[in-house]
């Protein structure tokens, strides 16, 4: 308690009116008491008010105790509350029943200002306890996070300045990737179920793509003019490197790298082509893991509508144009026509972000 008063509020439900008037004259100098004398009155007290701790009476009329705490636990709204049970009942089946329903301790009447205190009190402390300990969890996560995201930009950035010296492919990549994904889960199709982490794990990684170019050299990379079969088959190896670095990661990470793996999936294989003929592996059809697939799709729509040294930006239109016809070639028929929605909004992002 501090000097304003009571902060925790406890809902003590009694059919007996002496009980409930001793159990208010307990408590109330340590906590705002609510008092309610059946279950039905309790459950109406909830519907406005959420406590901190309820006391309650095992046998009660019309509903017991047992029954009100079994609805308690199956609302999600209440099932968190303590529940200490007031029991006059003796025996070791009445104690294991309460708390085998969900009920953290019990009482035993007659009831005495002391154990009432001491009981309320521990259990109140423990709730607090879990509580400040479930927010430093989410703030402590919620701060990894934030840092596996810069972690992850500061990659994506590596890759781009070595490349076209600007992150503005990763960025409107990871934009067409994000409304892929997304577009494709609103379909609802069983061939493209894409669960909402292996989602996520496919928009934040897709800025990884390119990592393994970090590898090749530079005379290759940066050269202005056009690349010879061998310089071509060098490019080609970015995503084998790619994955080899990941690789390294997923070892020292074991079972947590369930985003490394969406990661490396990315990486080695957005060059596949769905009729075989892409490189590295050659994979076909739904072989090519879908992350792939969609990485694909954004990564060639980017290409085609920027500006490279080689060549001007192409329009939305004849960039879409090129990827309708490399359909069944290039990329995956089905999924380019689940998108056909989604394209439009391409286009506004390579006029936001190029
Ligand atoms: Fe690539």
């Not at 009482?107 to 259990?123: D, E, F, M, S, Y």
């Not at 082509?273 to 694909?296: E, H, Q, T």
């Amino acid at each position: 308690m501090d000097k304003d008063g009571p902060n925790h509020a406890i809902l003590v439900v009694d059919d007996d009116a002496t009980n409930l008037r001793m159990l208010q004259e307990i408590l109330k100098p340590l906590y705002k008491v609510y008092a309610a004398p059946s279950g039905d009155r309790a459950l109406a007290f909830l519907e406005n008010r959420v406590p901190d701790m309820i006391l309650l009476d095992v046998e009660m009329p019309v509903m017991s105790g047992y029954e009100l705490i079994k609805r308690l636990k199956d609302d999600a709204r209440f099932s968190s509350i303590p529940v200490l049970f007031l029991t006059a009942q003796e025996g070791r089946d009445k104690e294991e029943q309460a708390l085998h329903l969900g009920a953290v301790d019990y009482i035993l009447k007659p009831i005495t200002t002391g154990v009432v205190r001491a009981r309320v009190n521990l259990h109140i402390e423990l709730e607090d306890y879990r509580k400040r300990l479930e927010t430093l969890v989410s703030e402590k996560t919620e701060k990894l996070r934030l840092t596996q995201d810069s972690i992850l930009d500061i990659l994506a950035n590596v890759t781009a300045w070595r490349d076209s010296g600007t992150g503005g492919h990763i960025d409107r990549t990871t934009a067409y990737t994000r409304l892929v994904v997304e577009g494709l889960a609103q379909k609802n199709d069983p061939e493209y179920d894409i669960p909402p982490q292996y989602r996520e794990h496919i928009i934040k990684s897709s800025k990884l793509h390119d990592i393994g170019k970090v590898a090749v050299s530079d005379n290759i990379l940066l050269k202005p003019g056009r690349l010879t079969p061998e310089e071509f088959a060098e490019i080609k190896k970015h995503t084998t490197f790619g994955a080899q670095m990941i690789d390294d990661a997923i070892r020292d990470l074991g079972d947590d790298s369930s985003f490394l793996h969406v990661a490396r999936e990315i990486v080695i294989s957005h060059h596949e082509w769905w009729n075989g003929g892409g490189y590295p592996n050659g994979l076909a059809g739904s072989d090519i893991p879908i992350s792939g697939r969609v990485m694909a799709v954004s990564d060639i729509y980017d290409s085609l509508t920027s500006e490279r040294p080689y060549k001007g930006p192409m329009t939305h239109e004849e960039a879409m144009d090129i990827i309708y016809k490399e359909t069944g070639v290039h990329f995956d028929p089905n999924m380019i026509k689940l998108l056909e929605d989604t394209f439009p909004l391409f286009k506004e992002i390579a006029a936001a972000l190029n």
